[in-house]
């Protein structure tokens, strides 16, 4: 059974590491995956091929500028376009299985294999939102490129939204296909916050990711809930918790 392993990273002022240089853009994430998931074929989607420096078996996919979904003129083009590449990624994958990840994101615990059945029985998991609703997480009010409006749909806001700091997806799932098919349109379309794409997505298709629990992507509502899994520390308060020091 192949597994790919999908980074994808626009911009290289979106995320770095006080004690990272260009040489190690992909972690902490790559270590971890290499940890558990040696022999996963690693792939990179960028703008910048420097994003590979010091990764001699990460294959590189140089994304033109003309194929951006949103130019670099938005202060969000960094991670929108990083966000729809990752599923690209999943969607044009041909490994049976195939799991897309930020690069602030470490697997900390042996249990992460499970990881790969698990998508295999479900087609397409992600974990929760620690946010919850629509209403809450995506809302144009909110500042963080939203723009949900009460009444768009039936549902009102009151339905689950969706993290994206990794995404897993058995390729040969039909039904997963439809709904990574159907939020690759939207972002395509309307480059905006992808967990509301993403719900978005599922409300269109009525197929939705399986959501796994707060230990498979613990930020910073969430230190110390224990059988943690996977870390996101992109969260300063997570870094804190579990690490001896920043990084």
Avoid at 185 to 190: D, I, V
Wanted: hydrophobic residues 35%; negative net charge; proline residues 3%.
């Amino acid at each position: 059974m192949e597994l790919e392993i999908i980074f994808s990273q626009f911009n290289v002022n979106t995320r770095g590491w006080k004690n990272f240089g260009m040489t190690h853009r992909l972690d902490p994430t790559y270590s971890s995956v290499k940890q558990y998931f040696p022999n996963a074929k690693l792939t990179l989607f960028t703008d910048d091929e420097r994003m590979a420096d010091g990764y001699d078996d990460v294959e590189v996919k140089v994304v033109d500028e003309k194929d951006f979904i949103q130019s670099k003129q938005h202060h969000k083009w960094g991670w929108n376009n990083a966000d729809y590449y990752q599923i690209y990624g999943l969607l044009n994958s041909s490994a049976e299985v195939a799991i897309s990840v930020d690069s602030d994101i470490m697997f900390v615990n042996d249990e992460v294999k499970t990881l790969v059945p698990i998508i295999k029985k479900f087609g397409v998991c992600c974990p929760v939102n620690a946010r919850g609703l629509v209403k809450v997480d995506g809302i144009h009010t909110r500042g963080n490129d939203g723009d949900y409006h009460i009444g768009e749909d039936e549902s009102r806001g009151n339905i689950t939204t969706y993290d994206l700091w990794w995404n897993g997806f058995h390729t040969k799932n039909d039904r997963g296909r439809k709904l990574l098919e159907e939020f690759a349109r939207l972002m395509k379309e309307n480059p905006k916050r992808s967990p509301l794409q993403y719900s978005r997505a599922a409300w269109n298709t009525g197929v939705h990711p399986y959501v796994l629990p707060k230990q498979w992507g613990v930020g910073c509502y969430d230190v110390g809930c224990g059988e943690e899994i996977i870390l996101h520390l992109g969260h300063i308060e997570v870094q804190d918790y579990y690490l001896e020091s920043r990084i």
